[in-house]
């Protein structure tokens, strides 16, 4: 069970799927319909983004390699290279059945993705990284529900916000528990930037952001039970990051485990 949870997270197969449970979360919000093909396009373009980012990682990783991902991946580089351009593949024949405004967001969003890949593997000081990937993430699961809007309201606006801040206070606590081998691995982390005070600090600002604008919405919004599960998401990673050290050994199933708490609203 243990080596099949770490093969999936190694995968970022469950990163993957909750993206798709909260992409249905975020229509079931804005009371639009994601349909299947808009669902599977965005599993690929998260899975393959988080691929793309784990490669280059690896590939960055000079002698030996600790982080369990940067190991995986390095030992079976050209494997999930070719596994990569399959899925590619599908993707590209699944375009074919998304909505054309769904296309030209997804476009721009896989545009700016790539901008940053390149950048994270050129440049030497890759800053801020933890924070574009969330708002990636963050809009990546509201592709879909926007593009089925007539327009785009205060409402789908805070939303996003509040789910790049989850995301960040995600991204951030899990840097935190992964300093000292992204530092062995010479992965410029947050954690090493800013060192472990200094990111607790700005976790415990982003989770309060969170919390606030969660709060604000859940009231204006007639006590919508959807708001309550993301403050409950913010909740758990609080407490996550205040008790981490019980966590040690769980902190990555329980920060990629917190997107799919909304398949409570969702059933």
């Given amino acids: 069970m243990n080596k099949a949870l770490q093969f999936i ?34 599993a690929i373009a998260i899975w393959l983004i988080y691929t793309a980012d784990h490669l280059l990682d690896a590939y960055k990783s000079k002698g030996s390699v600790t982080n369990p991902r940067h190991a995986f991946h390095s030992k079976y580089f050209k494997f999930i290279i070719s596994i990569a351009l399959l899925v590619f593949s599908l993707g590209l024949v699944n375009l074919t059945q998304l909505p054309e405004s769904t296309i030209w967001i997804g476009g721009i969003l896989a545009l700016i993705s790539l901008v940053y890949l390149l950048y994270s593997y050129f440049s030497k000081k890759a800053i801020n990284k933890e924070l574009f990937a969330a708002i990636v993430y963050a809009v990546g699961i509201c592709v879909a529900p926007l593009s089925l809007l007539d327009e785009i309201g205060i409402e789908s606006i805070s939303l996003m916000i509040i789910l790049s801040l989850v995301a960040y206070g995600n991204l951030l606590i899990i840097s935190v528990f992964e300093e000292k081998l992204d530092r062995n691995d010479k992965v410029k982390s947050v954690a090493i930037r800013k060192e472990t005070s200094g990111t607790l600090k700005l976790i415990h600002v982003v989770l309060i952001l969170a919390f606030i604008s969660s709060v604000i919405m859940l009231i204006t919004n007639g006590l919508d039970h959807a708001y309550t599960l993301l403050i409950v998401m913010i909740a758990v990673l609080f407490l996550t990051i205040r008790y981490r050290s019980n966590f040690i050994n769980q902190y990555r199933l329980i920060c990629d485990g917190i997107f799919l708490i909304p398949l409570i609203y969702l059933f």
Avoid: R
């Avoid at 995968?11 to 919000?29: A, K, P």
């Fill in 9 to 42: 997270q190694n995968l970022s197969l469950d990163i993957t799927i909750g993206s798709v449970v909260m992409t249905l979360f975020v229509g079931e919000i804005l009371e639009v319909k994601v349909t299947l093909n808009m669902a599977f396009g965005l």
